[in-house]
């Protein structure tokens, strides 16, 4: 939904806040350091504290489509660690976003939220994937106020902003959406496997003699 995790006077759309990491798609090490990072967050949570995972944007917007295709491809393998909103098939946007929080407010005790969304940046930024702690603001790119989502986020700076953004969106590649979008999930994914099984499974605490 073209998000803007941070917009502050003197800030472009998609630029890195301090705390957080922001890494180009295809540097070699860009999946592992992402999952270490995520999995730092997730390791300290109450193990009964749900996991949600809310992909925002639409497959209308070749640009704004990052979010579900995150989400169609965590949807594919079995997410019993997590609770999903926002497929291909079920995107959530702009019209359902705030009924979709609403819903995870009234289901869900206390939920941790990990958002994903599409935002624009700097030339230099184009093909970065961000995480950091804190809500991404969906449409805050496009001028559009929604409310923030997200404990901690994961966006992926598909394009340039500063000027005509829904055209922008429109025609951004495919491509480098799909190959973002592959490694975003892989990140949720294993970071959520392995926090999980390292508080289910924890090593042996050997008492004194």
């Known amino acids: 939904m073209n998000g803007a995790w941070e917009k502050r006077s003197g800030s472009s759309v998609g630029d890195a806040a301090p705390h957080s990491l922001k890494i180009h798609y295809n540097e070699p090490a860009v999946l592992s350091r992402l999952t270490q990072r995520l999995e730092s967050q997730l390791e300290p949570l109450p193990q009964d504290r749900r996991i949600v995972v809310v992909c925002v944007g639409t497959d209308r917007s070749t640009g704004d489509s990052l979010g579900p295709l995150v989400g169609s491809s965590l949807s594919r393998e079995d997410h019993s660690l997590f609770d999903l909103y926002g497929t291909l098939d079920d995107p959530v946007h702009a019209m359902n976003l705030s009924d979709t929080l609403e819903k995870i407010a009234?289901?869900?005790?206390?939920?941790?939220?990990?958002?994903?969304?599409?935002?624009?940046?700097?030339?230099?930024?184009?093909?970065?994937?961000?995480?950091?702690?804190?809500?991404?603001?969906?449409?805050?790119?496009?001028?559009?106020?929604?409310?923030?989502?997200?404990?901690?986020?994961?966006?992926?700076?598909?394009?340039?902003?500063?000027?005509?953004?829904y055209f922008v969106l429109q025609n951004t590649r495919l491509n480098l959406v799909i190959k973002m979008s592959d490694i975003i999930a892989a990140t949720i994914r294993q970071a959520i496997r392995n926090s999980r099984a390292n508080r289910s499974n924890p090593i042996p605490f050997a008492m004194p003699d």
């Open 106 to 165: 009234r289901n869900i005790p206390q939920p941790y939220v990990i958002a994903v969304d599409a935002c624009l940046g700097q030339v230099s930024s184009v093909g970065c994937i961000q995480i950091g702690s804190g809500p991404v603001r969906p449409g805050a790119g496009v001028n559009k106020d929604l409310p923030p989502v997200g404990d901690i986020h994961l966006t992926g700076i598909v394009n340039v902003g500063g000027f005509m953004e």
